[in-house]
């Protein structure tokens, strides 16, 4: 018995031999096993490309692999082109969806059927099309047209997920059909991406990075998959891999901004350190200063004017000035030589950190805003659209309210882990839309 040859890529993308859907899931699972197969499909495709002399078939063969490698534009002008044949219109109908052109894209597939692509095949992606243009309702009913082995395949469990979701069903039922689909297909990118999301918007972090990592193996890759996985990475300080998902984002869609900026920011983060000994250092000063006063010996009238002036750590006095405390009613200069003896057995000093004394957050007098200023303040930050960067911020400091996130400067924007410029920018932008500023903007 002969051994099985070896796939070439290359060859499959460039020769007149048979193309079709096994052609293309090869194609796929070669990239999948090797990403770096993807330079070769685009090498063959740009090589492809530049044959004057191209049959309509050839023009097929190609129209499939630029909407392969992400350039879908071309791959409706060559396959506007092309043959005619089947899978021209179904991969046609793909392209036109890839561009947001829903009603164009079911045009496409209802072309493919007609010239006898695979109905249900089609039919999902139909399904698919009208779901993406908000016709949630009338996907759900073309997927309820369906019977047979096909509603135990992972494309029809994911479809359905999807179309229930976007109906706002329950969640349990939207879990309950990826976890099917999943058993159904172990490598269905789509269902992958879902259940990753599932788990990162609840906080699964661990799960949902394994979730997405396997996603990310899958070819062609959601360019969400591949946002979220670096956004994931970088919350373990992982930056290399971080940087290696928004290349591949590059690498297909030079010009997309999202991955080029998160690319900027991962990079500048890689370069970052920890200094464990600082670490230390800071953590003894913080026990230091969060020592009371009551724990020395002071006399009757210095203990009792710390206390009439709100003072009740070490910390606490090296935030007031020598001033400050000779201005208060019966504290002289014998009680702040005694203060100053106290300080300097623990190495601190009077005001040293006077400057950076914490200043009370402002606070918004709701009798003066009128119920449309009050009832913004009171929604959610989720009204803002924000990126995905931008919302962990806001979970790990706590904030749910716009009112809440108004109380922050950037700089305590930016103090967030994996907050940078990029994100303080979109959230001015966001809040300058609505008319708002962050505190000291």
Same mark, same amino acid.
């Given at each position: ?25 090869? =194609? ?19 090589? &492809? ?15 499939? $692999?630029?909407?392969? =490698?992400?350039?879908?534009?071309? @791959? ?17 109908? #793909?392209?036109?969806? @890839? ?8 045009? *496409? ?7 006898? !692509? ?21 996907? &759900?009913?073309?997927?309820? *047209? +369906? ?21 706002? *069903? ?7 059909? /990826? ?37 990310? #193996? ?10 979220? %996985? ?19 984002? %590059?690498?297909?869609?030079? *010009? ?5 900026? !998160? ?21 003894? &000063? ?18 009792? $004017? ?29 009680? &702040? ?16 950190? @006077? ?19 009050? @009832? ?29 996130? /108004? ?16 994100? +303080?920018?979109?959230?001015?932008? #966001? +809040? ?5 500023? +962050?505190?000291?903007?």
């Amino acid at each position: 018995m002969s051994p099985v040859a070896e796939f070439d890529l290359r060859q499959t993308v460039i020769s007149n031999s048979t193309f079709g859907p096994n052609e293309i899931k090869q =194609i796929a699972h070669a990239i999948s096993s090797d990403y770096n197969n993807f330079r070769t499909l685009r090498d063959a495709t740009n090589e &492809l490309a530049q044959q004057t002399a191209r049959t309509p078939a050839a023009s097929a063969r190609l129209g499939v $692999c630029q909407y392969l =490698i992400g350039r879908y534009g071309d @791959a409706v002008q060559t396959l506007t082109n092309a043959d005619g044949g089947a899978l021209t219109h179904f991969y046609l109908g #793909k392209s036109y969806l @890839a561009l947001d052109r829903y009603a164009e894209a079911l045009k *496409g597939y209802e072309s493919a059927e007609r010239a006898g !692509y695979n109905k249900d095949e089609v039919t999902l992606a139909k399904a698919d099309a009208m779901r993406y243009s908000g016709d949630a309702a009338g996907a &759900l009913k073309v997927l309820d *047209g +369906l019977s047979g082995a096909v509603e135990q395949t992972a494309e029809y469990l994911y479809q359905r997920a999807a179309t229930v979701a976007a109906l706002g *069903g329950n969640r349990s039922e939207v879990i309950a059909l /990826l976890e099917r689909a999943i058993d159904a297909d172990s490598t269905h990118p789509g269902v992958l991406f879902s259940l990753a999301l599932e788990n990162d918007r609840h906080g699964n972090d661990d799960y949902a990075r394994q979730l997405y990592e396997r996603a990310a #193996k899958q070819f062609p890759t959601n360019v969400g998959t591949l946002i979220n %996985l670096g956004l994931l990475y970088e919350d373990i300080e992982h930056f290399e891999r971080a940087k290696q998902c928004y290349l591949r984002i %590059l690498d297909v869609f030079p *010009g997309h901004e999202r991955a080029r900026l !998160y690319f900027k920011d991962a990079d500048a983060s890689r370069d970052m350190y920890y200094d464990e000994e600082a670490r230390r250092r800071q953590d003894r &000063l913080s026990q230091i200063l969060s020592v009371p006063v009551t724990d020395f010996e002071l006399s009757v009238r210095s203990r009792n $004017c710390l206390q009439k002036m709100g003072i009740m750590t070490l910390g606490d006095l090296t935030e007031t000035t020598e001033q400050e405390l000779l201005s208060s009613k019966n504290f002289g200069e014998t009680s &702040l030589v005694e203060i100053r003896e106290m300080l300097s057995s623990k190495g601190l000093e009077l005001g040293q950190f @006077a400057s950076t004394k914490w200043q009370e957050e402002p606070v918004f007098e709701s009798n003066a805003m009128s119920e449309d200023e009050r @009832a913004l303040l009171d929604r959610p930050i989720a009204d803002l659209n924000l990126s995905v960067r931008a919302r962990k911020c806001m979970v790990r400091l706590g904030l749910t309210t716009i009112g809440e996130l /108004l109380r922050r400067t950037g700089d305590d924007l930016l103090e967030c882990k994996n907050f940078g410029v990029t994100s +303080l920018n979109e959230v001015r932008e #966001k +809040l300058t839309a609505n008319g708002l500023k +962050l505190r000291g903007d």
